[in-house]
């Protein structure tokens, strides 16, 4: 949490319109018995500490390690994350592309904020702002290079719009330079960013 | 819908601003906004659909000026007060009392029983499935030639403005799923073949402007489409 | 430049509110920026498509919130402050100093001889033209067909989103008109024939959507037209 | 102008920001030469004096009662327009269209705001504002409805939408019971909102 983080308990300065307006709505609801200060907790602790990018990168890094696990994962994604046991809201119908030295995918919502929580978690702002859902369908190589992704000229991009229920998560490529390393290892290396697809994985220096 | 929310390909909103070491949330109302929102829809207040549809409709020039988090909540305020869980007058004078005492109205720490959280903790895993099992068989299959209708209704609708009324192939088949177009409006699911469809990107955005080689995919449903 | 400027077909901006017995100008502030924007027109400080631009780039959320000749304002600002006819530092200046003292700047009465008030008047008669004469015929004649390209370009274009790529018909040519693409960036005027092309509102609407009978009419110039 | 017009020699409250950045830029542009009170006073006093809608009706009455002036209009309308002394800016290429029992046009610029200011001065705010911009392209049948105006629904709606340097004024039908009317009277039943095309002009009741 930022330092903007306020304190329930005290008040050195006046609450602002949003705040207001949150907390107005947050305990009217609990009035009414339909939020209870357990389910706030449950909610934000899911995502604050346990469903992230993390898990996502496990994923990652058991495709880059166990064919047959990449095999079932691209054949269904849902099912082989599972596995790892990872599933559940927003990511109940998952699809994984993968990039190969010919091919890269980045994900996308443009209508809304669509986006695989279950393994990434809850989306950046980035991801949920007017630059990049207005910009990334359309220019996507010009975006990649903002984020210092440079694709070689005849690099196909694919650009997945979450336009529905399904959830892509992207499966980057596993860098040169790691045959030595553990899957807990390469799991290290796996970036959200990686995973969205506006980044690729990065060799350790 | 056409509308703001609809922005893929719009120009003028500036670079891209990633941020270094962001948190989850960035300000703990934001926290009392994503679970307010998850835990009314987990509990069918409203469905997803709705919701999406609410944020679309909390006015243009707000959904540019106010970050993601005042677009939930805006739309949780509007829906909310539509289906009469609240009422205008009640939460306006719930926001005066807050505003004049920065106090009022505080959560209480949890504790005890809780028969909701421990749902929403199964109701996480779980997820809320979109796939339907249905009779008919899809009409498209992968490699079938298509073009998107020109559809335009005033209400929610999943067919992004860039692809609609353009040629695409199917590239990926998912069965049935509730169809977004009427289950915002009056919660009927009629499931419909669903299909991920490539388009060109010089198609798309034309010669002039496309990055290439460069193709964009979008999730339509068979309603959607036609024959090419 | 997709934007929101492009705003024919956008639901969501609710009913229109005709006002009884509207007012030319509703404050004296909006006196000031209408003179000002018209008057260095006139000076060719700016050509018209150079303003209209500016006023696509004032940024989405200001645009929908805000009234016209703030627009106007914003856009005047701009486009000054690109070209070094003033600069932000001076100009962040003088509205502290006016914000300081209401009475600071203020326009003294006018008197005596008046040059430019003058040619103004003279101005306002003649117009500023936008038809020049070309070697070059039309490519079209009234009764073609033509569908109109994907045309997207980041910088000016007067090729509304709601016809492009759409078929039409030519029912109206005007000449060679000013290119507004290349003279609201460089000032250059590349005239292009111009053309009225009818569309069917059912083509462009969608047959669900479309008020009927109707058609859209726009005018478009001949690089935004291919023979159908 | 309404009471929110401001006196400029004297300020009980304070001034606004957008009031501020107007005197701002207007100040400095008299400061650079490039601005006189003389100048502002011209061009406001044009279009709050001069040129409005009263001329767009003269144009129209003389075309009802002139079977040959009509003519002339509906081929070459910045001439015909000219002849009765209206003209220039933003109205430099002019179109004339005329309703008829089986055709109604109507104008807008979804772009931006291009309106034939020779013959309407300036547009009123709904004109220039999203809801119209919006809408009318669109659901002109609607619009028109709300506007008042009922048409059959066998009318052939036709929408011009402004977008290059033609300016289109909609030629009302004369509306029956007028034949006794002179051309100056005629002129008077012939509003702005007729000449944009939201309207019908009404016969005197």
Redesign the interface.
Known sequence: ??D???D????PH??S??????????????D?G???????????S???QD??PLNGAKVVARAWTDPDYKQRLLADGPDAIRELGF???????M?VVENTPEVHNVV?C????CYPWPVL??P???Y????????V???????LA??GTELDA?????????????RYLVLPERPAGTEHLSEDELAGLVTR?AMIGVQKVEAPA | MNGV???????G???????TG???????????????V???MA?G?YNLDEF?HA?ERIGAAHY?DS????HW?SA??LV?CEKG??DQT??DR??A???AD??A???????GE?P??EA??Q?????????REVAAGPRFAVGDRVVTNNLQPAGHI???A?VRDKPGVVV?T?GA??L?DTHAHDGDESPAH?Y?V?FD?ERV?GEA???R?????????EPYLSPA
Request: aromatic share 8%; net charge negative; glycine share 8%.
């Open positions: 949490m930022s903007h983080h306020h329930h308990g005290h008040h006046p609450i319109d949003v705040q207001a307006r949150a907390r107005a709505l947050e305990s009217l609801l609990r009414k339909l939020l209870t200060p357990g389910a706030v907790d449950t909610l934000v899911a995502y604050e469903i992230g599933g559940g809201l927003q990511g109940e119908h699809v996308v443009t209508l809304c904020s978690g809850l950046p702002v980035w949920k702002s007017a630059p990049y859902r207005s910009r369908v359309r220019e996507p190589r010009a975006v903002e984020f005849d690099v196909a991009i694919r650009v997945w719009d979450s336009s529905a229920e399904i960013d | 929310h609809d922005m893929g390909g719009l120009h909103f500036g670079p891209i601003r990633p941020e962001e948190p989850v949330f960035h300000q703990a109302w934001e926290q009392d906004v994503f679970a307010s998850i835990a009314l509990q207040v999406r944020v540019l970050s993601y988090y005042d909540l949780a305020e909310l869980v609240i009640e939460l719930r926001i009392e807050i505003k920065p106090d109205h505080a959560r209480p720490p949890a504790g809780d909701l959280a929403l903790t109701g996480l895993q779980a997820g809320l499935p979109a796939h999943r067919l992004p860039y990926m998912h799923h509730v977004p669903l991920t490539r990107g955005w402007g496309a990055d080689p460069a193709a964009n995919h979008v999730d339509l449903w």
